[in-house]
């Protein structure tokens, strides 16, 4: 049995060794004889406080800490500290820690601006670090090829040049000149990797950034230990470029919100529409959160991550380079098209038709220049109102879906009732088809409030399937669902996580999403029953009685609640309308109650 000092001695090493060894490696630099080495990693595994690797010849690493998903292997970490309970009763992890530690290097910097320091400098570390580990591979195994970028590019790793690397940074984070030399080595990177032109941040030499708070910042990413493996490497800072990209649109509010959809929104989306194999495309990409969760499941369900396609746009410059960073990060090749246009007046992948699509346009955006696409090709379930670009994104999403394609698309809540301007007619369209063009409304899922980042309003989500008579999941055929649609009710579910928003649980995403998958015929969901309150099968007939309002509380049966579905427009009418009628109520109470008073004066 291995004593503390020599379990402490072992931590203290490993922490030397970057957080991160080899077996061999660290036993030569402990000098300790293979049993005794054995005996005290095993129990540290035990313990929980080192996790062992997968790379040749066996390896470990600093861990003990649980990640963001119960189902996902924990991230190997620089700490041997187990995870501390937080106030919800869960446990902090290793990602929240290391946010905190980087926001209070942040002093008075604007989240906004600050954003892109950190996040740049988490890219660089991981592109340093996974170009460090094929190159000791190529120098073990093919030293000829350790200077041959060909060889780093079949493996989807970027080539860093020697001043470029971490390593070089981390030597010199103390130096007045680090700015300086962070804006030179991402100058490197793009110079020698085409594909990150124009991507990389290049402002860290300007004077409001403080050398010293750079320095400190460099300390702290370089203790985000990683594995000898590239696929570990990825995992976990792509994982803390994740986390950081959502706690810094929490800290911007409604202007970082609008470039990231919240994690457990895109897992109900993905998981209800199963992306296992073919093109994945999102027309208004923000920073690429679509894309990262499809890959992760396909790869959680054993598929192969190159099984899907990616494929995206987005209008914003900056939110581009964020997304392209993250996928980056993650080891995603992606075709992702930027101008200030927009998918609607320059798409760029026209002739794109993708299998899946996953989308969070901007809500009820009304200056989209919809009065110059009048007779665009797209709008064959009608004409979108210029006001409102709601139901153009609805049909371009339909407009880019292969013949068997599905999409989820969020939309605001006024999109399932709204009459105004041809939406009623063009929602119809959608639900019965039109002129040779499917009805495609496959599914409608009501949201609860505080979920988004950028808005407290409730939202939904829309399901569409071009092809409902049968369709296509794990290469099983669906049941015909033509002439039905699976309504669900989901504004009960979801969990506080701070004092303005929510999240969904591994349990209510199962929820949805398996009502979803059984509804549609999916074997192994079970045999799909409607459920009072949560889920409701509605035929065309009852969606028609009810004017073609796809709000799901009338279908579900649920609790009544404020009506919160109804747009602002149709609610001010509406109580207007009733003011009107009580003060003139008021006013002819008025002249009853002046004359009984007056006669009451005269007999008096």
């Known amino acids: 049995m291995a004593d503390q000092a020599q379990k402490d001695r072992f931590v203290a090493a490993l922490t030397e060794l970057g957080g991160s060894a080899g077996n061999g490696r660290l036993r030569e630099t402990l000098q300790w004889n293979e049993a005794v080495y054995t005996t005290v990693k095993n129990e540290l595994v035990a313990e929980g406080a080192v996790t062992p690797g997968r790379g040749r010849g066996g390896a470990v690493s600093l861990g003990g800490l649980v990640g963001i998903e119960a189902e996902e292997t924990a991230p190997v970490v620089a700490s041997a500290r ?4 937080n106030g919800n009763g869960g446990e902090r992890s290793f990602e929240t820690e290391l946010f905190k530690a980087a926001d209070k290097l942040r002093g008075n910097m604007e989240p906004s601006d600050y954003k892109h320091v950190a996040l740049g400098l988490i890219f660089l570390k991981h592109i340093s670090d996974s170009f460090e580990a094929k190159r000791a591979e190529l120098l073990s195994e093919y030293p000829d090829g350790a200077e041959d970028r060909d060889e780093y590019a079949a493996d989807n790793v970027f080539w860093v040049p020697p001043t470029a690397r971490w390593s070089h940074l981390q030597a010199n984070a103390k130096q007045p000149s680090i700015g300086k030399m962070i804006d030179e080595a991402m100058i490197a990177i793009e110079k020698d990797n085409e594909n990150l032109k124009g991507v990389l941040p290049k402002d860290y030499a300007r ?13 702290l990413i370089s203790g985000i230990a990683l594995g000898r493996e590239k696929g570990e490497a990825r995992d976990v800072l792509g994982r803390v470029y994740e986390y950081f990209l959502g706690q810094f649109a929490g800290s911007e509010g409604k202007r970082g919100g609008e470039f990231y959809t919240p994690r457990s929104v895109v897992r109900v989306m993905v998981e209800m529409i199963e992306p296992y194999k073919g093109r994945v495309y999102d027309p208004c990409c923000g920073s690429g959160g679509m894309f990262v969760q499809s890959e992760r499941f396909v790869e959680l369900h054993g598929g192969r991550i190159g099984d899907i396609a990616v494929y995206g746009q987005e209008s914003n410059y900056t939110t581009w380079r964020l997304c392209k960073m993250n996928l980056a990060v993650r080891g995603i090749d992606a075709d992702i098209k930027w101008n200030s246009e927009g998918s609607f007046h320059k798409d760029e992948l026209r002739d794109l038709k993708a299998d899946f699509v996953l989308a969070n ?10 009065d110059r696409l009048r007779e665009d090709v797209r709008w064959r379930y009608g004409i979108p109102p210029a006001g409102n670009a709601n139901f153009a994104w609805v049909q371009h999403i339909v407009h880019h879906l292969s013949p068997s394609g599905v999409a989820g698309v969020v939309l605001a809540n006024g999109s399932m009732s709204s009459t105004q301007n041809s939406e009623g007619e063009i929602r119809r369209a959608l639900i019965e088809g039109v002129n040779g063009a499917p009805g495609v409304v496959d599914c409608m899922v009501a949201l609860p409030g505080q979920l988004f980042y950028s808005t407290q309003i409730p939202v939904c989500l829309w399901f569409l399937a071009r092809d409902k008579s049968n369709g296509i999941a794990r290469n099983a055929k669906l ?3 033509r002439g039905e649609i699976l309504f669900i009710d989901a504004r009960k579910l979801g969990h506080m996580v701070d004092r303005t928003r929510k999240e969904f649980s591994d349990a209510d995403i199962d929820k949805i999403t398996r009502a979803y998958h059984a509804w549609r015929g999916e074997g192994e969901a079970g045999a799909y029953e409607d459920v009072p309150g949560f889920c409701k099968s509605a035929t065309q007939d009852e969606i028609k009685g009810h004017g073609y309002v796809l709000t799901p509380g009338r279908y579900v049966g649920a609790a009544d609640v404020e009506d919160d579905d109804m747009p602002f427009a149709e609610r001010f009418a509406a109580l207007q309308a009733k003011l ?11 002249a009853v109650i002046l004359k009984k008073l007056a006669g009451v004066g005269v007999n008096g």
């Open 479 to 481: 049941r015909d669902r």
């Open 207 to 219: 004077p409001a950034l403080n050398a010293v708070m750079l320095g400190e910042l460099i300390d």
């Open 580 to 590: 009107n009628g009580q003060f003139a109520e008021a006013e002819t109470l008025t």
């Open 361 to 370: 346009p901007p809500f009820n955006i009304s200056d989209w220049g919809g």
């Open 82 to 85: 187990p995870a501390r309970a």
